[in-house]
């Protein structure tokens, strides 16, 4: 137990000085912290923007609270307006909004919420999704809804960790579609597999173009945390999920055999079905346990990131920034770290009307960086763009770095590079994998300074390829590169 405990402290203490490195935040996005009503527990799970810049809250014993004015400001609890709309449900882990109604995923089902009446209270609660597995065990976690282009609704469902409850029934028996995405499709309320080989998906969503992508978090068959690009039939390694792929309605075949130890590199073409996330977040440096994922769609009111993707991080209370590209017909991408040190884990997030970022945030008693065990905060761009890499893009011999302003000429050589990969194993995460240096030359920034590409030799596909540039300035040299870390995923050589 100490030995745990020195191990994760020693963990969040070396993050914490990763980002302590890096420039004040405050000068580009405003923390603005929100007052929640007196005796409320605001553990926000879900958050919805509704008409007219509403926001509803979910959290997470099992209520939903408007909030009229989310922006106001002083932010206090009597300036924001909240009111209870719907209450008395279990654990919810997730709303959204769609076609007029609230919809809410409690542990054993979603739930869709009406006000029939017009008084700003939920009267109607209507099993919109069931027919998932919920044995007692208390990690037995369902997430989202998200809606697809056709309406179809999709939720991510936890493993069934930890000892289940004497009463819950015959222990032998498998747990329906833990592990697994579900679709619920449109017209019908009955949940069925769709993906497998989830562990803790806490976070699911969908990008620009209408695609699903959801996160998991670092653990048995799940290295580090990923991105994946959820779609019918997709297998992401986590064997506990394998059981359901025997049932005949299942879109996931099971492999003859379950293979520990090789690398997810080496699991491509060796194990049947098995896809790689579209993006690893390398542990520690980018954080320990990924939550929601929500994309910029924002219109560049949020900075330059318009169409990228923002992930939630627990552990140490930020946010992560992902850009996807495709290759090869699938998606790969790059991370960025974003922002930190908020007041407790960010559980999940969403964009208002005017642009700013809702963080939705509660630590459930586990450990997290921060102040608080839960609450709402608020980022606000400050009108000041930092200078970032805006994003990271393989190319045939090499990479293209963009960044938000023109830089000038910097001593590209002291940039630091290597690729690692991960193994694909029942064991508790993974450490970095047959670590090698990359060999880059050739660099070349463009006549405007806002493009960077690189000849990068011993590329492997299946590893991360982890960049450390050197110190950076924009031409005019008044502002210095916020963030010099990103780590890109290559799946497939372009």
């Not at 697994?180 to 449109?186: A, P, Q, Y």
């Amino acid at each position: 137990m100490v030995k745990t405990v020195l191990s994760s402290l020693f963990t969040v203490l070396s993050a914490s000085a990763l980002f302590a490195q890096e420039q004040d935040q405050g000068e580009y996005y405003r923390t603005v912290t929100l007052e929640t009503p007196a005796g409320v527990n605001m553990e926000a799970s879900g958050l919805a923007v509704l008409p007219g810049g509403k926001l509803a809250v979910s959290i997470r014993k099992g209520e939903v609270w408007i909030i009229e004015h989310p922006t106001a400001e002083p932010p206090t609890a009597a300036n924001l307006g909240y009111k209870l709309f719907a209450s008395g449900m279990h654990e919810i882990l997730g709303l959204a909004y769609h076609e007029g109604d609230i919809y809410v995923t409690q542990r054993g089902e979603v739930t869709r919420l009406r006000d029939t009446d017009k008084d700003g209270v939920a009267d109607e609660y209507f099993a919109a999704s069931k027919g998932w597995g919920v044995s007692g065990a208390y990690h037995e976690y369902a997430y989202g809804p998200v809606f697809d282009r056709e309406g179809n609704m999709h939720n991510t469902l936890n493993c069934s960790m930890g000892k289940k409850w004497d009463g819950a029934g015959d222990e032998a028996k498998h747990t329906l579609w833990r592990g697994w995405s579900v679709i619920t499709k449109k017209g019908t309320t009955t949940a069925t597999g769709f993906a497998a080989g989830f562990r803790s998906p806490c976070g699911i969503g969908l990008n620009a173009e209408g695609d699903i992508f959801g996160t998991d978090q670092q653990g048995n068959w799940t290295p580090t945390s990923p991105i994946m690009h959820i779609r019918q039939g997709a297998y992401f390694g986590h064997a506990e999920a394998l059981e359901d792929a025997k049932r005949p309605d299942s879109p996931v075949k099971p492999p003859a055999k379950i293979l520990d130890g090789i690398t997810v590199a080496e699991a491509v073409t060796k194990v049947p079905g098995y896809c790689l996330p579209a993006v690893w977040l390398p542990y520690v440096k980018f954080g320990q346990s990924t939550t929601g994922l929500r994309c910029d769609l924002t219109d560049g009111k949020f900075g330059p990131f318009e169409k990228q993707m923002f992930v939630g991080e627990f552990v140490l209370s930020g946010v992560n920034r992902v850009f996807l590209e495709k290759v090869g017909g699938e998606y790969q991408g790059a991370c960025f770290p974003f922002v930190s040190g908020m007041q407790s884990a960010v559980l999940t997030l969403n964009f208002l009307d005017d642009g700013s970022m809702i963080v939705g945030q509660s630590n459930r008693g586990w450990n997290s960086y921060g102040s608080k065990p839960y609450g709402l905060q608020r980022l606000v761009p400050t009108g000041k763009v930092p200078l970032e890499i805006q994003k990271l893009e393989a190319l045939k011999d090499g990479f293209r770095f963009t960044f938000t302003h023109p830089v000038k000429g910097a001593d590209w050589s002291q940039t630091k590079a290597q690729s690692y990969t991960y193994l694909h194993t029942a064991k508790y995460g993974s450490p970095e994998i047959d670590p090698q240096p990359i060999e880059l030359s050739e660099w070349t920034l463009s006549d405007d300074g806002l493009s960077l590409t690189v000849k990068a030799d011993k590329r492997r596909e299946g590893y991360v390829h982890e960049f450390e540039l050197p110190e950076v300035s924009t031409k005019d040299g008044k502002q210095a590169l916020w963030h010099r870390l990103c780590a890109y995923t290559l799946n497939k050589l372009p």
